[in-house]
């Protein structure tokens, strides 16, 4: 039996607490941890092995006949890198899983991977957005999978869900987990409804075995996410990295605007402080956010993708999309160098000079987004999806519709460039499969570096492929970077599940 409590709700709403630390009140307050505390690159080594796993979402997917229940997989990494096997299956129909399989729920809708019970094993994270809590409809929740010697497991698996549930809420619309504040062992677990900012922690069984924590009452749940005035936002990622050097994790809440100005690209920005998170101000940019070290000096960046780009910091150029790059710095967090809050982001687009490609209307570039060292360098790359690109089909002319294509720019001393930077589309050469309308390749994309040798390569999803039963493309890293030599796919079948619209790869662990 596990030997952590339930997870209590440190703040479920903090408008309230805007220019303020979210602390957790002294009775929730787990032991000090010895030592500085430093916020972890990755956290997705369920097995302990060294070696990062990949966690992978499937919301559509049909489990025992309820159709759009979902499920995850997860892939452990080794030295051979990843493959097929060693790999596991989760639905609410798993064995020890909470819940059960219902139609809609969309398991896996979200994924995110922490060690939330400070065991050295990470856990992961799994939205159910479509729960039901009766009688509410879609009121949401998120399953905990625990790590262990034997990787991910569904026995004792804990169901998280908002301390006041409401109708169409969808928690668990989006998860993070890092370690935001010095006071507990583990990490904390950031969780958004469609308005909404969470956060959970657990605590160690030797402070009290009793029952288990109950979440704390919100004070007010009409609030929304802080934000500077006129850039409120309605959630939709977040992301988490030490931009600001003080060995904690910084939160960044990503979404779109509403009120009179709809669909615009903000972020919150919440440091991580010894009293814990503080929110610090708005962001252009979004709703895509990831993080990593692209000029190599020690400071997290922030990265943002708007691919719908309302704002016009293309400069002009078709609303194809944008990605705008803030640059961490010593007490100051995500801005240009150390020019101060408020600077504006060095802003790219497919018509910025090297970048591959052209910026068209509705393309799409920066719907995700992610980060890491793709060759070894030192220097954190940037890899972009662009789910809605139109290619042209080899040899006939016609465009393939929402095809989609990839690219990866290059991190640099001087922040991110485009020297050797690459795209690739499904007709790419060794590229395997070819383009169709509305395969949606690279809806999600992740770096990644399953067998530790440094060098970071693609995962690129396309889960409108094969009408939308979605499939997961390895493009590998040589010694120059990402190479699509040696790529192949997978598919949820490939792991043994479900593949019938399935939408396998809507989520990918970052």
């Given at each position: 039996?596990?030997?952590?409590?339930?997870?209590?709700?440190?703040?479920?709403?903090?408008?309230?607490?805007?220019?303020?630390?979210?602390?957790?009140?002294?009775?929730?307050?787990?032991?000090?941890?010895?030592?500085?505390?430093q916020?972890?690159?990755?956290?997705t080594?369920?097995?302990?092995?060294?070696?990062?796993?990949?966690?992978?979402?499937?919301?559509?997917?049909?489990?025992?006949?309820?159709?759009g229940?979902?499920?995850?997989?997860?892939?452990?990494?080794?030295?051979?890198?990843?493959?097929?096997?060693?790999?596991?299956?989760?639905?609410?129909?798993?064995?020890?899983?909470?819940?059960?399989?219902?139609?809609?729920?969309?398991?896996?809708?979200?994924?995110?991977?922490?060690?939330l019970?400070?065991?050295?094993?990470?856990?992961?994270?799994?939205?159910?957005p479509?729960?039901d809590?009766?009688?509410?409809?879609?009121?949401?929740?998120?399953?905990v999978?625990?790590?262990?010697?034997?990787?991910?497991?569904?026995?004792?698996?804990?169901?998280?869900?908002?301390?006041?549930?409401?109708?169409?809420?969808?928690?668990?619309?989006?998860?993070?987990?890092?370690?935001?504040?010095?006071?507990?062992?583990?990490?904390?677990?950031?969780?958004?409804?469609?308005?909404?900012?969470?956060?959970?922690?657990?605590?160690?069984?030797?402070?009290?075995?009793d029952?288990?924590?109950?979440?704390l009452?919100?004070?007010?749940?009409?609030?929304?996410?802080?934000?500077?005035?006129?850039?409120?936002?309605?959630?939709?990622?977040?992301?988490?990295?030490?931009?600001?050097?003080?060995?904690?994790?910084?939160?960044?809440?990503?979404?779109?605007?509403?009120?009179?100005?709809?669909?615009?690209?903000?972020?919150?920005?919440?440091?991580?402080?010894?009293?814990?998170?503080?929110?610090?101000?708005?962001?252009?940019?979004?709703?895509?956010?990831?993080?990593?070290?692209?000029?190599?000096?020690?400071?997290?960046?922030?990265?943002?993708?708007?691919?719908?780009?309302?704002?016009?910091?293309?400069?002009?150029?078709?609303?194809?999309?944008?990605?705008?790059?803030?640059?961490?710095?010593a007490?100051?967090?995500?801005?240009?160098?150390?020019?101060?809050?408020?600077?504006?982001?060095?802003?790219?687009?497919?018509?910025?000079?090297?970048?591959?490609?052209?910026?068209?209307?509705?393309?799409?570039?920066?719907?995700?987004?992610?980060?890491?060292?793709?060759?070894?360098?030192?220097?954190?790359?940037?890899?972009?999806?662009?789910?809605?690109?139109?290619?042209?089909?080899?040899?006939?002319?016609?465009?393939?519709?929402?095809?989609?294509?990839?690219w990866?720019?290059?991190?640099?001393?001087?922040?991110?460039?485009?020297?050797?930077?690459?795209?690739?589309?499904?007709?790419?050469?060794?590229?395997?499969?070819?383009?169709?309308?509305?395969?949606?390749?690279?809806?999600?994309?992740?770096?990644?570096?399953?067998?530790?040798?440094?060098?970071?390569?693609?995962?690129?999803?396309?889960?409108?492929?094969?009408?939308?039963?979605?499939?997961?493309?390895?493009?590998?890293?040589?010694?120059?970077?990402?190479?699509?030599?040696?790529?192949?796919?997978?598919?949820?079948?490939?792991?043994?599940?479900?593949?019938?619209?399935?939408?396998?790869?809507?989520?990918?662990?970052?």
């Amino acid at each position: 039996m596990r030997t952590y409590r339930s997870a209590a709700v440190l703040a479920a709403s903090i408008l309230l607490l805007t220019g303020a630390a979210i602390a957790a009140p002294s009775a929730y307050a787990g032991p000090s941890a010895p030592g500085a505390v430093q916020a972890k690159d990755r956290n997705t080594d369920f097995n302990g092995d060294g070696y990062e796993d990949v966690l992978i979402g499937a919301p559509g997917a049909t489990i025992d006949s309820k159709q759009g229940a979902g499920f995850v997989t997860v892939q452990y990494g080794s030295r051979s890198g990843l493959g097929t096997s060693p790999s596991a299956v989760f639905s609410q129909n798993t064995a020890g899983v909470r819940g059960a399989a219902e139609a809609g729920d969309a398991f896996g809708r979200s994924v995110a991977t922490g060690d939330l019970n400070g065991d050295g094993y990470d856990d992961a994270v799994i939205g159910v957005p479509g729960e039901d809590i009766e009688p509410l409809a879609d009121a949401g929740g998120a399953v905990v999978l625990w790590g262990s010697p034997q990787g991910l497991t569904g026995t004792d698996s804990d169901w998280l869900q908002a301390g006041e549930p409401s109708a169409w809420a969808r928690f668990g619309s989006a998860l993070a987990a890092a370690h935001f504040s010095p006071d507990v062992p583990g990490d904390e677990l950031a969780v958004t409804d469609l308005s909404d900012l969470m956060l959970f922690r657990y605590e160690p069984a030797l402070l009290k075995k009793d029952a288990d924590a109950a979440p704390l009452a919100p004070a007010q749940r009409e609030n929304v996410i802080p934000a500077e005035p006129g850039h409120e936002i309605d959630p939709k990622s977040l992301t988490t990295g030490d931009y600001d050097g003080n060995g904690l994790a910084d939160l960044v809440v990503s979404g779109t605007s509403g009120g009179a100005a709809p669909g615009r690209g903000w972020s919150a920005y919440f440091s991580g402080q010894v009293q814990g998170l503080r929110f610090e101000r708005s962001l252009r940019g979004g709703p895509a956010v990831a993080s990593g070290d692209i000029n190599n000096d020690g400071y997290d960046d922030l990265v943002t993708g708007t691919p719908h780009n309302h704002d016009d910091t293309s400069g002009g150029a078709p609303d194809g999309g944008v990605v705008g790059v803030y640059y961490g710095s010593a007490g100051d967090g995500p801005v240009v160098g150390a020019a101060g809050p408020g600077t504006e982001p060095v802003w790219w687009t497919q018509d910025s000079l090297g970048v591959p490609g052209v910026s068209e209307e509705g393309d799409g570039w920066g719907t995700d987004l992610s980060v890491g060292d793709t060759d070894g360098d030192g220097y954190a790359d940037v890899a972009i999806g662009a789910p809605l690109e139109d290619i042209a089909a080899q040899g006939s002319g016609v465009s393939r519709l929402d095809a989609g294509a990839v690219w990866v720019l290059r991190g640099a001393a001087d922040g991110l460039t485009t020297a050797a930077a690459r795209s690739w589309d499904q007709d790419s050469g060794e590229v395997p499969g070819v383009t169709e309308d509305y395969d949606q390749w690279g809806g999600q994309v992740r770096l990644v570096d399953p067998d530790g040798d440094g060098r970071y390569g693609l995962l690129a999803a396309a889960p409108g492929e094969d009408v939308s039963n979605g499939v997961v493309w390895v493009l590998p890293a040589g010694k120059g970077g990402v190479t699509a030599t040696g790529s192949w796919t997978f598919d949820g079948g490939s792991l043994g599940a479900p593949r019938t619209k399935a939408h396998f790869g809507e989520a990918i662990d970052e």
